[in-house]
């Protein structure tokens, strides 16, 4: 989510360069951008509950790891490790509708 919101950040700076409008207003009514802020908020709010599904989303998604590699980090596992992230994936679908 961090290389999206960047990424989108970087595209309305282009974009601001090159037309009248400032890089805050666009950055302000760019709909795509604050919902994934919104969500990446979400997200992080909910880890407080799942500190273990932190971190194996950490370790997978940010560190690249394999599975193999996360049940020797975590010290459990794979299966769960599986319930742990689909316990914190279900529950941040169900209240926040990220999928």
């Given amino acids: 989510m961090d290389k999206k919101i960047t990424s989108i950040k970087n595209a309305l700076k282009y974009k601001a360069k090159g037309g009248n409008l400032s890089i ?58 599986y319930r742990r992230y689909s316990e914190f994936k279900a529950t941040l679908t169900e209240w926040t509708g990220i999928r």
Avoid at 38 to 54: D, L, S, T
Wanted: net charge negative.
């Fill in 24 to 81: 805050d207003n666009l950055i302000a009514s760019d709909k795509q951008l604050a919902e994934l802020i919104f969500h990446k908020e979400q997200i992080e709010v909910w880890y407080c509950a799942y500190p273990e599904a932190k971190q194996i989303c950490e370790l997978r998604w940010i560190e690249n790891k394999q599975q193999w590699e996360i049940e020797q980090e975590v010290l459990l596992s794979k299966a769960t490790i």
